[in-house]
């Protein structure tokens, strides 16, 4: 079996690897803020919003935080449509 990597959008071009994503979250919440703030401090956020607004905060398995300008449930849509793509290339 081999390890298929899978990317995702998360705005204005922007690419992650969806398979190291744990959560994709709001980022009101004042936890999630201070997760930002950590993140910050350790050298592990990437800001991926070009300015705007973050609407979305995606943590990954290797610590690191991603900040996004796309809503949580859009980059949600576009990790089931990869997941539901590659699982039809698998049944191929």
Known sequence: ?????????????NIVSA???IAIVSPESAPI????????????LIDAT???RTRAVIITDSGHV???????ETVKHRLNIKESSSSL???E
């Open 1 to 13: 079996m081999q390890l298929q990597i899978k990317l995702i959008n998360v705005g204005f071009g």
């Open 19 to 21: 398979n190291r994503i």
């Open 33 to 44: 803020k201070r997760v930002i703030a950590e993140a910050r401090d350790r050298g592990v």
């Open 50 to 52: 070009y300015g705007r």
């Open 66 to 72: 991603v900040l996004s300008a796309v809503q949580p």
């Open 89 to 91: 290339e698998e049944e």
